[in-house]
């Protein structure tokens, strides 16, 4: 009964958006292990109707999950794929925990997520934030990220959508492992998210096997153009035991660029004014001159009939 209500379930978990987390904690967010050391994942919520909680692992790389066990109410179970290696543990009306017992490379590293659900195969099921674990590769040292902030071109074009000139900032994270990083903007010290587009994932590099990620920052001319004004690129990296900040900052610069610009276009201006009025004149010249010779042309041609 359990299992036909489970797999039931499990579509319906399926359909559902994983950001759905009314109540569901879930606890840490991130794990760095090494190779054969146990490592545990809780998971609390407080929906009153529901008592049961479920464990699924979302491999990396891929979309789809794969049910470890779960917790109704006090009774636990465990997929056969995934027996003696994880156990699970709690109430599924309250909390419940996940044990790996032995972190294993690569298979461990994935997305683990838990869901509050009910018994019945209508209860919608509420899922936890996910937590990254990763375990280390032997050989590999844990590193930060050296942070570096490009400033933007000079040949950035004008935006052709808005029509308002803009300029990107380029910040590039590299030389960090593992890939446990976030990236973040300020700008004149507070925290802007309009205008930034960061990678989804980290890259591999293959030189030192180390990540690299960037993230671009689109802001006004004029926020550039504006002297002292800093742009700071924040990343966050999580190394194993605690959370470490690296920044890089670029300053705005004077706004000569744009009076240079402003300045060719009232010379292009007046040029084309002058080369208007030039032109008048001399099509005035012109006129006047071949009117004069059609006057005495049509004067010698009076003449003779006379």
């Given at each position: 009964m359990i299992r036909d209500i489970l797999s039931i379930s499990l579509l319906l978990l399926l359909l559902s958006c994983p950001s759905l987390s009314r109540g569901v904690l879930?606890?840490?967010?991130?794990?760095?292990?090494?190779?054969?050391?146990?490592?545990?994942?809780?998971?609390?919520?407080?929906?009153?109707?529901?008592?049961?909680?479920?464990?699924?692992?979302?491999?990396t790389g891929h979309s789809h999950l794969n049910l470890i066990g779960y917790v109704y109410v006090t009774s636990q179970s465990i997929e056969d794929?995934?027996?003696?290696?994880?156990?699970?543990?709690?109430?599924?009306?309250?909390?419940?925990?996940?044990?790996?017992?032995?972190?294993?490379?690569?298979?461990?590293?994935?997305?683990?997520?838990?869901?509050?659900?009910?018994?019945?195969?209508?209860?919608?099921?509420?899922?936890?934030?996910?937590?990254?674990?990763?375990?280390?590769?032997?050989?590999?040292?844990?590193?930060?990220?050296?942070?570096?902030?490009?400033?933007?071109?000079?040949?950035?074009?004008?935006?052709?959508?808005?029509?308002?000139?803009?300029?990107?900032?380029?910040?590039?994270?590299?030389?960090?492992?593992?890939?446990?990083?976030?990236?973040?903007?300020?700008?004149?010290?507070?925290?802007?998210?309009?205008?930034?587009?960061?990678?989804?994932?980290?890259?591999?590099?293959?030189?030192?096997?180390?990540?690299r990620i960037s993230s671009r920052l689109r802001v006004s001319a004029s926020d550039w153009f504006t002297p002292d004004r800093k742009f700071t690129c924040s990343v966050s990296f999580f190394n194993g035991t605690h959370t470490s900040h690296h920044e890089n900052t670029v300053e705005g610069v004077e706004g000569s660029q744009v009076a240079m610009t402003r300045e060719k276009y009232l010379k292009t201006t007046q040029a084309a004014k002058l080369s208007y009025v030039v032109f008048i004149v001399k099509s005035s010249v012109y006129g006047a001159g071949v009117a004069f010779l059609l006057w005495r042309l049509q004067g010698s041609a009076g003449k003779q009939n006379n």
């Amino acid at each position: 009964m359990i299992r036909d209500i489970l797999s039931i379930s499990l579509l319906l978990l399926l359909l559902s958006c994983p950001s759905l987390s009314r109540g569901v904690l879930q606890d840490p967010s991130l794990i760095l292990g090494s190779p054969d050391t146990p490592a545990t994942i809780s998971c609390s919520h407080s929906i009153s109707s529901y008592n049961m909680i479920l464990w699924y692992q979302q491999p990396t790389g891929h979309s789809h999950l794969n049910l470890i066990g779960y917790v109704y109410v006090t009774s636990q179970s465990i997929e056969d794929a995934f027996k003696g290696h994880f156990e699970v543990s709690g109430d599924g009306s309250v909390e419940s925990e996940l044990h790996v017992l032995k972190l294993r490379q690569p298979e461990d590293s994935a997305m683990y997520f838990c869901a509050a659900s009910g018994l019945c195969a209508n209860y919608q099921a509420y899922f936890g934030q996910g937590t990254k674990v990763t375990v280390l590769e032997p050989g590999h040292d844990v590193s930060a990220p050296t942070v570096t902030v490009f400033p933007p071109s000079a040949k950035e074009c004008r935006n052709q959508r808005d029509r308002e000139r803009k300029k990107t900032l380029v910040c590039v994270a590299s030389g960090f492992y593992p890939d446990h990083v976030s990236v973040s903007w300020q700008v004149g010290g507070g925290a802007v998210s309009s205008g930034v587009a960061t990678d989804s994932s980290a890259l591999r590099e293959d030189k030192d096997q180390t990540y690299r990620i960037s993230s671009r920052l689109r802001v006004s001319a004029s926020d550039w153009f504006t002297p002292d004004r800093k742009f700071t690129c924040s990343v966050s990296f999580f190394n194993g035991t605690h959370t470490s900040h690296h920044e890089n900052t670029v300053e705005g610069v004077e706004g000569s660029q744009v009076a240079m610009t402003r300045e060719k276009y009232l010379k292009t201006t007046q040029a084309a004014k002058l080369s208007y009025v030039v032109f008048i004149v001399k099509s005035s010249v012109y006129g006047a001159g071949v009117a004069f010779l059609l006057w005495r042309l049509q004067g010698s041609a009076g003449k003779q009939n006379n």
